[in-house]
């Protein structure tokens, strides 16, 4: 599933969500098969439905307290609609 995030860092800020609970990016990838690349392939989608696949968009997965992951569920977030420069400014 793919709703927008409540506090948005760019114009475009979509989460990407598999409907298994799954703490995080390690979890997901020791998942069955093919599982995190639908995740991905979903995010890419959600890049083209909201017309920021031609300029580029980031997609992150935060993974552990360190990284900023405040929420116990794996999700990537599709950020887009403004230059996403590293590092910023």
């Known amino acids: 599933m793919a709703f ?8 475009v ?5 598999p409907r298994e609970h799954y703490a995080n990016l390690a979890d997901l990838a020791a998942a069955e098969a093919g599982l995190l690349a639908e995740v991905v392939a979903q995010a890419h989608e959600v890049a083209v439905a909201e017309g920021i696949a031609g300029d580029g968009y980031r997609i992150v997965f935060n993974t552990g307290a360190n990284a900023g992951q405040t929420v116990g569920h794996v999700h990537a ?13």
């Open 13 to 17: 800020h979509v989460l990407v969500i």
């Open 77 to 89: 977030h599709v950020l887009g609609g403004r230059p996403m420069l590293w590092p910023p400014g």
């Open 4 to 11: 927008r995030d409540i506090n948005p860092q760019a114009p």
